[in-house]
């Protein structure tokens, strides 16, 4: 059964950085894309950044150079470095991943950038 589980989120000022941490089980993480999307209040959910298996990424243009996405294939986890965080970037993030054809996601973790 694939189970995903992000942490890392909380309250932060403007300006201020988190790290996100997705941690998989139920799949052999290494093959697998990863994806991170968020869902601010009243929007759609929409992608952040995801990463192949071997580490290539891709990022919504208007957030490159602000977030990292990494992943570590040893201990299964993946990882969104959020810098220079805006209040606009409050949101719930989630964790996603797609095996034999079937979307999972995470619960989610609340990030809350003040300002």
């Known amino acids: 059964q694939v189970h995903l589980v992000e942490s890392g989120g909380g309250l932060v000022q403007a300006g201020g950085s988190l790290k996100l941490s997705c941690a998989a089980s139920?799949?052999?993480?290494?093959?697998?894309?990863m994806n991170w999307y968020r869902q601010g209040p009243g929007n759609q959910r929409e992608l952040v950044a995801n990463i192949t298996g071997s580490g290539v990424t891709n990022y919504v243009d208007s957030l490159k150079g602000r977030f990292t996405i990494s992943r570590d294939n040893v201990w299964n986890r993946v990882y969104l470095q959020m810098n220079n965080l805006r209040p606009e970037d409050t949101a719930v993030y989630y964790c996603?991943?797609?095996?034999?054809?079937?979307?999972?996601w995470g619960r989610g973790t609340q990030v809350t950038v003040s300002p």
């Open positions: 139920g799949i052999n993480f290494r093959l697998h894309t």
């Open positions: 996603k991943t797609n095996y034999k054809g079937r979307d999972y």
